[in-house]
């Protein structure tokens, strides 16, 4: 399975800033993803990150309020911006195996908005 | 109804139980399969993956696919403390595709 690092743990923010999470993976893939795990409830996409082109957001998720960047087949960010205690969730970074049929996950970023 | 429902717990047991944790769902198009652990603070960890029906078994845990009925298990054999975390179904329909959660249950082993 990858390694996959996310920076950073955690970190309490104020509203209406932004924060940019980062994610390295130890091995070269092509697809990766970013959910969200609010408190309380189950993991939620929002976006997967495309090497080279424009990410790919789902429904309910936009570009303004959740920017993504792909620079290399190893790394990717997400900014959660103007950031309201709404979006105080887990953010994590997930990458498929190998095999392209298994998605592995890194620690996650824990957020709190106050 | 949701696309994956998963029982919602919690769920306490003693040590040495057979736990069985159960999803169930309603897209046809989902053939591949996994079970999730989480514990307390830290990012889900991939216990066991499926494709399509049948049984899968890595130790202590078997997991069961059941695509007619829709249908999905994790059975934990004599469980342990170390085995209290949040368990968490998932599916997706290809080789790469975005993964559906079920909402995860809590497991707790007493000792």
């Known amino acids: 399975s990858a390694v996959i690092s996310q920076k950073p743990s955690r970190d309490i923010c104020q509203r209406g800033t932004s924060l940019t999470i980062q994610c390295q993976v130890d091995?070269?893939?092509?697809?990766m993803f970013w959910y969200r795990q609010q408190p309380g409830q189950s993991l939620t996409l929002i976006a997967t990150a495309n090497q080279g082109s424009e990410a790919t957001y789902e429904s309910g998720f936009v570009i303004d309020k959740f920017p993504i960047s792909r620079p290399n087949l190893t790394f990717s960010t997400l900014t959660v911006s103007n950031m309201s205690p709404e979006d105080s969730s887990i953010y994590l970074c997930?990458?498929?195996?190998?095999?392209?049929?298994?998605?592995?996950f890194g620690e996650g970023s824990w957020l709190t908005v106050v | 109804q949701k696309e994956v429902e998963q029982d919602p717990g919690p769920l306490s047991v003693p040590e040495g139980a057979i736990v069985s944790l159960n999803c169930t769902y309603s897209?046809?198009?989902?053939?591949?399969f996994m079970w999730y652990r989480q514990y307390s603070r830290k990012g889900p960890e991939l216990l066991m993956y499926?494709?399509?029906?049948g049984n899968k078994e890595d130790g202590r845990f078997t997991a069961q696919v059941d695509k007619s009925s829709k249908y999905i298990s994790l059975f934990i054999r004599d469980s342990q403390p170390s085995d209290s975390a949040t368990y968490l179904c998932a599916m997706g329909s290809g080789a790469n595709s975005k993964l559906t959660f079920g909402k995860g249950i809590t497991l707790s082993v007493r000792p």
């Open positions: 091995s070269q893939v092509t697809m």
């Open positions: 897209n046809s198009a989902f053939q591949y």
């Open positions: 997930s990458v498929g195996g190998s095999s392209g049929n298994t998605i592995y």
């Open positions: 499926t494709y399509s029906s």
